[in-house]
C-alpha cells in the first residue's frame, strides 16, 4: 500500500500490515500513522516517489517494549556478573561460580549479551535474539533452583543421620549469594524479554498474532531448563562426598584391639578394645566437643616476612564448657576445586607437653584461644591444586586436666609463700593496645612491684587475667618480671626488702596471645608465686 508523511508531505510504499500502524519516516524521521491508501497522482512527485523505492518504512518500538528491553538487559547483567559471587559457602570459605559451572552461564551470557547489541544497534534479527534471551533465562532460572534444591536437602540425606559431626558439617555448607543473583538475574530476564517477545509479534502480526516462535522456544527451553537441573544440580552422591571428606570409612566397625576411631567426634582411642558401651572417658570427651567451639576460621595465602607466599590456616577455640582442656587436636582438610580432600594437616593449638612447641597453657572454661596477631600455622606441603579457602576444619581429640589444675595457683604453693605474698604490692597496673616500631595496636600490660617484707625475693610470678566485655576472664599471661635464673629474659636482680621493681620506661609486657574479644583496660592481675633467696 502507499501512505503519506503529514510532516514532510512524502510519499512512500509500506507493507499492507504496516495499516493503522505507528512508523518512523525515513526522510524527516518523525512518527507517524499508516493511513488509508493514496492517489499518488495528486501529490506525488517523481523524485519522493524514486527516494520511497530506496528507503523502507521501519516500525517505531512501543515505550512498554523499550523499557521491557532495558529491564531484560539488566537482568542479563546481573546473570553475568553472578558466577564471580560464592555458589557454595563451606565454614569460612566457599566456591564461586565461576570456577565450576559458572562458567558455562558467564560465556553463553557475554554472548548473548553482545548479540543483543548489535541487534538493537542494527535493528536486524531482534525478534530472534530476544527469543534466545529469553529461552536463556528459563534455563538459567531453573539450574539455580536446582542448585538451591540440592544445596538445601544436604542435611536431610539418609547417610548423615546417624552421624552427629557430618550433620554438624552439613549445616556449615550453604548457598552462596551468587546463586541467589543468578535466580533473580534468570527470573528477571525470563519475565522481561517474554513480555517482550510477545509483544512485538503481536505488533508485527495480524490481529489474531503468531505467537508460535515464542511457544516453540518457551517449551524447548523449560525442558531443556529441568533436564539442566537434574543433570548438573541433582541427587548428590553423598557416600562419595562424606568418604573423601571425613575418611567415614574409619567409623566404627574395627574390632582389633589397638585402634578404634569414633566417626563423628573422631576421638582417637589407643589400645583399647571395640566394645558395644563406649569406656566412659571417651563418652564424657565426646560430650564435652559440643561445648569448645571452633570459629574465626581462615584458610589462604600469606606472605610472610621473608615475602614467601605460602599456604596457611587460622582459627579460634573457646571452651564454652566447665571443665580445664589440656590438649585440643585441630584436623584441616584442604579441597580442590571440585570439592574432593587433597590433603590434610594436623595442629594442636593446646598441648600440656613439655616437648610440645605449641602453647602450654590451659584452656580453662570460658577462656578463648588465639593466634597471636600476623601468625597463622603453616600449611607448606599442602598441593597447588588446593582452592585457596576452600577447607574443612575440626576438633578430632582433647584431653582433659587433672583435678589439681583447676585449682587455684595460691593453693599449691607453701604455707610460708602464701603468708610473705601479702607484703608484696602489685601496682600501677595498666593493660592496653600500644603502638610498637614494627606493629600496630599490640595489646600489653605494665605494673610495679614493692616488696614491703624483710625478706630478699629471688623470684616473682604475676598473673595476668584478661576480661571481656561482660567481665568473665577468657585469656590470661604469666610474667615473671623478677626471676634470679640465669635462662630467663627477665631481670635477673633480687628484689630486697623496701625494693622497687619496674619496667623501663617506654617498654611493656607484650600479649599478642590475648583474643579480639578482650574489652581493652579491663584486667585483674596478682602475684601467684615467690621464691626467696638463700
Known sequence: MKTKCPHCSSEFKAPDEYKNKKVKCPKCKKPFTVAEPVDLQQSLSSECLLDSEEKDVQPLLPQSEKIAYAVGSAFLLILLLSPFFNWITIFAGGMAGIQGDGKIIFIISLLLGIGAILSFILKKRLL?????????????????????????????????????????????????????????????????????????????????????????????????????????????????????????????????NYSTKIQGDLVEVTKAKATEEKPKAIRDKQEYLQYIDLYGIQAKYYKTYLDEVVPGVNFKIKNNGDKTVSKVKVLVYFRDVSGTVIAEEDFYPISSSSFSTESNKLLKPNYIWQMPADKFYKAESVPDEWQEGNVAVKIVDIEFEEAKGQMPEKDLISNEKQDYIRYVQLYDTSAGYYDTYLDKRVPGVQFKIKNEGNRTLSKVKVVVYFKDNSGKVISEEDFYPVSSNSFSLESNKPLRPNYIWQMERGKFYKTESVPDEWEEGSIVAEITDIDFSE
Open 128 to 256: 530472534a535474539v530476544v527469543l534466545f534471551l529469553q529461552a536463556w533465562g528459563t534455563i538459567t532460572c531453573l539450574w539455580m533452583i536446582g542448585m538451591l534444591w540440592k544445596i538445601g536437602n544436604f542435611m536431610t540425606l539418609e547417610d548423615m543421620e546417624d552421624n552427629p559431626f557430618v550433620g554438624m558439617f552439613a549445616s556449615q555448607v550453604n548457598a552462596g549469594a551468587g546463586l541467589y543473583i543468578g535466580l533473580i538475574g534468570g527470573l528477571g530476564m525470563a519475565v522481561a524479554f517474554g513480555y517482550f517477545a510477545i509483544h512485538f509479534q503481536k505488533y508485527k502480526s495480524s490481529s489474531n498474532g503468531r505467537y508460535w516462535p515464542f511457544v516453540l522456544t518457551q517449551s524447548v527451553s523449560i525442558v531443556v531448563g529441568i533436564a539442566v537441573a537434574i543433570l548438573l544440580a541433582g541427587p548428590i552422591n553423598t557416600r562419595r562426598e562424606i568418604d573423601s571428606t571425613f575418611d567415614a570409612s574409619d567409623s566404627i566397625s574395627r574390632s582389633d
